[in-house]
C-alpha cells in the first residue's frame, strides 16, 4: 500500500512540475504568448516589446477624398447640383482642405495667424464654389453654410 501512494505521488508530481515548467516558457508551445518567464530571448516578462508600442499611436488622418465625398454627398442634393458642378467644386473643397491641413500644421505660425488664414482660405474657397452656381443655387449655398454650424453645436451639445 505505501509503494502503491509512492507511486502516486511521484507521478503527481512529475505532471505538476511538467505543467509549471510549461507556463514558464519550458514546455513546447512557450508559455505567456511564446515569451515567457524563463525564455532565452531576454526580454524578460512576457515579451513586452511586442505588445506594448513605443510610442502612442496618432490618430489616423481621414483621406481629402473621403471628406469631400461625404461633403458632396449632402451638397449635392441639397442645392441640385448637376455632374459637371459636383465634380468642379468637389475639387475645390479637395484644394481647400489640403491647403487647411497646410495651415494647422505649420508650426512657425501662431495660433491668431492661423485662424485668419483659414478664414481668408474660407472666403476664397466660397467665391470659387459660388462661381459654378447659378443665382437659385447661390441662395441655397448661403442657407447651407450657415445651416452647418448650427448642426455642429447641437451634435456637441447632445
Not at 505521488?9 to 524563463?38: E, P, S
Not at 475639387?91 to 491647403?99: A, W
Not at 474660407?122 to 447661390?138: A, F
Amino acid at each position: 500500500m505505501m509503494k502503491l501512494k509512492s507511486l502516486f505521488f511521484i507521478i503527481v508530481l512529475f505532471l505538476t512540475v511538467g505543467t509549471a515548467n510549461a507556463q514558464y516558457g519550458y514546455g513546447n508551445n512557450g508559455g505567456y504568448g511564446g515569451g515567457g518567464y524563463g525564455s532565452s530571448n531576454g526580454s524578460g516578462r512576457m515579451n513586452r516589446d511586442s505588445q506594448i508600442p513605443s510610442t502612442p499611436d496618432k490618430p489616423k488622418e481621414i483621406p481629402v477624398e473621403v471628406t469631400v465625398g461625404e461633403i458632396m454627398k449632402k451638397m449635392t442634393p441639397e442645392l441640385k447640383l448637376d455632374a459637371l458642378q459636383e465634380i468642379a467644386i468637389g475639387n475645390v473643397l479637395k484644394e481647400s482642405i489640403r491647403e487647411q491641413g497646410i495651415i494647422i500644421k505649420d508650426e512657425k505660425v501662431g495660433q491668431e495667424q492661423k485662424v485668419k488664414e483659414i478664414e481668408a482660405l474660407s472666403e476664397i474657397t466660397t467665391r470659387k464654389i459660388n462661381e459654378y452656381l447659378n443665382p437659385d443655387q447661390k441662395e441655397l449655398y448661403k442657407k447651407w453654410v450657415q445651416q452647418k454650424p448650427a448642426s455642429k453645436k447641437r451634435k456637441r451639445r447632445d
